[in-house]
T-cell receptor, first 110, second 112 residues
Framework: NAGVTQTPKFRVLKTGQSMTLLCAQD?????MYWYRQDPGMGLRLIHY???????AKGEVPDGYNVSRLKKQNFLLGLESAAPSQTSVYFC?????????FGPGTRLTVT | EDQVTQSPEALRLQEGESSSLNCSYT??????LFWYRQDPGKGPEFLFT???AGEEKEKERLKATLTKKESFLHITAPKPEDSATYLC?????????????FGEGTQLTVNP
């Protein structure tokens, strides 16, 4: 039982490049979330999903897109990366109450 | 709008020196209050859920308590391995998708 996994662990992008972060969970949770964590700003919700095929905007959705084609996977896309998107990204899943987090992806945009 | 404020921002303790971390919150209707532990370079690790005022939960040297306005995380006789950032989060009944609102955390350092 791996819980929540994220790939890749680290990534460096140049401004304007695109990439996709993958989150997978094996707990059969309905809800999945993408957060970013920045010093002094805590965890901020980017997008979330309440079930397969659904997505919704969180607190800071601009510049990101998401897809939930399968219940166990939640993808976060950056179409045109900007230096302001340099951050640590966490995925989480939930069955209505506590959320379980992945190990994170450290993204640097130069 | 739900809000969570944690204090202090940072706390240094000597091994064995007990203390408490505070989480003050405002929420329209509390469904649950959550405590997490986060080690450097890792994702938050779930510790406790509290649902109603007066509830308490314990795990090893940690005890979480809840009132109608705040929660405390009491650390008894801490050890260096308790050093981490502790995050508090609230979930409201009205919030769609079971979303959490997080505080910025308290960075705890326990010196040997």
């Amino acid at each position: 039982n791996a819980g929540v996994t994220q790939t890749p662990k680290f990534r460096v992008l140049k401004t304007g490049q695109s990439m996709t972060l993958l989150c997978a969970q094996d707990m059969n949770h309905e809800y999945m979330y993408w957060y970013r964590q920045d010093p002094g700003m805590g965890l901020r919700l980017i997008h979330y999903s309440v079930g397969e095929g659904t997505t919704a905007k969180g607190e800071v959705p601009d510049g990101y897109n998401v897809s939930r084609l399968k219940k166990q996977n939640f993808l976060l896309g950056l179409e045109s990366a900007a230096p302001s998107q340099t951050s640590v990204y966490f995925c989480a899943s939930s069955d209505q109450y506590e959320q379980y987090f992945g190990p994170g992806t450290r993204l640097t945009v130069t | 709008e739900d809000q969570v404020t944690q204090s202090p921002e940072a706390l240094r303790l000597q091994e064995g020196e007990s203390s408490s971390l505070n989480c003050s919150y405002t929420v329209s209707g509390l469904r649950g209050l959550f405590w997490y532990r986060q080690d450097p370079g890792k994702g938050p690790e779930f510790l406790f859920t509290l649902y109603s005022a007066g509830e308490e939960k314990e795990k090893e040297r940690l005890k979480a308590t809840l009132t109608k306005k705040e929660s405390f995380l009491h650390i008894t006789a801490p050890k260096p391995e308790d050093s981490a950032t502790y995050l508090c989060a609230v979930q409201a009944w009205e919030t769609s998708g079971s979303r959490l609102t997080f505080g910025e955390g308290t960075q705890l350092t326990v010196n040997p």
